[in-house]
């Protein structure tokens, strides 16, 4: 198993260019995750999913599209990038059930807009 | 939105030491994990707790989640240059979303 996936690992934007940061996770997990790395700010949701076709917000939405067709995969899009959305973004997959079971991370992705 | 608060946000000990690090809630948790991330990495789950009072270990560690479900901690015993990392804790947060603390930022001095 691959386990989560992220691509690219790095990236340069301009500001108002858009992009796709993809994610996809070969163990059948239905719950995915995006969240954002900030020195001294810890990991912030921005969107989640508990299976195709249901996504929801988390604490920091705005600026950021997602959509979930597949079980596998979790496209996070920035619209019209700016410079407050250079980050570390991270992709995580789970089980779920009753309570959260153990997240999988992916390697992240490093994103500078400038 | 409900939140946790990791105290300390920094720590540094010289090798050999224990530490105690802390994560509080104003509100009753259902559960609890603790993820760790080394430099440069992502973040990797080291367990979780769910019971009121529930204490588990795992080799030098060892995981506590309060009586009244709303804090939790972390003790390491005889700190080792391999725990360097950011500990983070997470709680199921309302619906079925995880939110993280702001994570504790570990050095230890050789």
């Known amino acids: 198993n691959a386990g989560v996936t992220q691509t690219p690992k790095f990236q340069v934007l301009k500001t108002g260019q858009s992009m796709t940061l993809q994610c996809a996770q070969d163990?059948?997990?239905?719950?995915m995750s995006w969240y954002r790395q900030d020195p001294g700010m810890g990991l912030r949701l921005i969107h989640y999913?508990?299976?195709?076709?249901?996504?929801d917000q988390g604490e920091v939405p705005n600026g950021y599209n997602v959509s979930r067709s597949t079980t596998e995969d979790f496209p996070l899009r920035l619209l019209s990038a700016a410079p407050s959305q250079t980050s570390v973004y991270f992709c995580?997959?789970?089980?779920?059930?009753?309570?959260?079971?153990?997240?999988?991370f992916g390697p992240g992705t490093r994103l500078t807009v400038t | 939105g409900q939140q946790v608060m990791q105290i300390p946000q920094y720590q540094h000990v010289q090798e050999g030491e224990d530490f105690t690090t802390y994560c509080n809630s104003s509100?009753?948790?259902?559960?609890i994990q603790w993820y760790k991330q080394r430099p440069g990495g992502h973040p990797v789950f080291l367990i979780q707790?769910?019971?009121?009072?529930e204490v588990k270990k795992q080799k030098r560690l060892t995981f506590q989640f309060g009586e009244a479900k709303k804090n939790s901690s972390l003790h390491i015993t005889a700190t080792q240059t391999t725990d360097v990392g950011t500990y983070f804790c997470?709680?199921?947060?309302?619906?079925?979303?995880?939110?993280f603390g702001k994570g504790m930022k570990l050095t230890v001095n050789p």
């Open positions: 995580a997959s789970s089980y779920t059930g009753r309570l959260h079971y153990e997240q999988y």
């Open positions: 163990m059948n997990h239905e719950y």
């Open positions: 999913s508990v299976g195709a076709g249901i996504t």
């Open positions: 509100t009753t948790l259902s559960n």
């Open positions: 707790l769910v019971k009121s009072g």
């Open positions: 997470a709680f199921q947060g309302g619906s079925e979303k995880l939110v």
